[in-house]
């Protein structure tokens, strides 16, 4: 049993010496698997050809000691062939940039595009809804069964402000109703004195003269056939429309094009465009109303000098 003893004890020695030594091997091992994992976070290039190198010698390495991926490129990996693994590496992370920073630019190409159409739209939409308003009144002036009515309702629109943009230019406390009243005698056929109009305010100023004008067209429409009146009233009213929409879509154009230009001012060109088109198209309708009262009083007066001519020569035969 002693010469047994003498050789178990050293034999156990060398075993438990083995056994630290190859766990010293393979913690130093992790180690190192641990340090190059840490290292693929921060670098960009050296990762990719660290783990090429580790998948390569992935199996040698273990039971080899701290140093053995040194001694194994070192001893194994002749210099050529390292310069083309790393011209690879290089050439893998510049293709990868690359096609990063092709996608980038390809969505915010695509970002600036989708902002351009939607701005597009946006303005159209305020242009598709002026039209809409426009040409919804002239399908009512076109399917309206009494025109007439029409015609009152254009006079009571128009006079009151008329009245009220002369008295806004005048001066409050001494009003000057000449320019007025000149205006509605050459006009309208109206006839007044300042001494009418004593003593009444805005509002009564622009009754007196709707009843005036009423009053003034109505004796016209009573010398004049219905169904010729009719066709003039409509014709009347659509020239106004169409001709003060004309100026609008001229308006509205330059209207767009100059509006970008607010931008500089920290301005949003969009709610620029949507302010002045409103007050663009406040004053269209306006001088489509005033326009087409016009163009009825004048129409009126033609048309009844015209059928008095023909009165006074019934042989004659004329073309209407």
């Known amino acids: 049993f002693k010469d047994l003893w003498k050789v178990f004890v050293p034999c156990a020695m060398c075993a438990a010496v083995a056994l630290g030594v190859m766990w010293s ?23 990719r050809f660290i783990w090429s190198a580790e998948r390569f010698l992935e199996r040698p390495l ?56 939607k701005q597009v739209l946006d303005f159209d939409d305020v242009m598709n809804l002026q039209r809409e308003i426009v040409y919804g009144y002239r399908n009512e002036v076109l399917t309206n ?39 509605f005698q050459s006009g309208f056929s ?19 003269l709707v009843e005036k004008v009423r009053e003034a067209y109505e004796t016209r429409a009573e010398r004049l056939p219905p169904e010729l009146l009719d066709q003039e009233e409509r014709r009347m009213i659509l020239a106004a429309i169409d001709r003060q929409w004309q100026e609008h879509l001229e308006a509205m154009d330059e209207l767009r094009e100059g509006v970008y230009l607010r931008a500089q001012g920290q301005k949003d060109p969009l709610v620029e465009y949507k302010n002045e088109a409103y007050d663009l198209f406040t004053s269209l309708m306006d001088g489509i109303k005033q326009e ?25 035969k004329v073309r209407i």
Do not use: C
């Open 25 to 47: 091997v393979l913690q130093d091992t992790e180690v190192v698997q641990d340090r190059l994992l840490n290292e693929e976070n921060v670098t960009g290039r050296v990762d």
């Open 62 to 117: 273990i039971g080899r000691g701290p140093g053995a991926l040194d001694d194994l490129m070192r001893n194994h990996a002749s210099p050529e062939r390292m310069a083309a693994m790393i011209e690879q590496s290089e050439k893998s992370a510049r293709v990868s940039t690359i096609g990063t920073l092709v996608e980038s630019a390809q969505q915010r190409v695509e970002q600036r595009d989708y902002k351009g159409r």
């Open 145 to 183: 069964e009494d025109p007439r009515r029409m015609v009152h309702d254009i006079i009571e629109e128009t006079i009151p402000s008329k009245v009220q943009q002369h008295l806004a230019d005048g001066d409050p406390y001494h009003p000057d109703y000449g320019p007025l009243l000149h205006s």
């Open 190 to 208: 109206v006839s007044l004195a300042p001494e009418d109009l004593a003593g009444l305010n805005g509002e009564g100023i622009a009754g007196l």
């Open 292 to 316: 087409a009262l016009r163009n009825l009083i004048h129409s009126a007066a033609n048309l009844e000098a015209f059928l008095a001519q023909l009165q006074q020569t019934p042989n004659r």
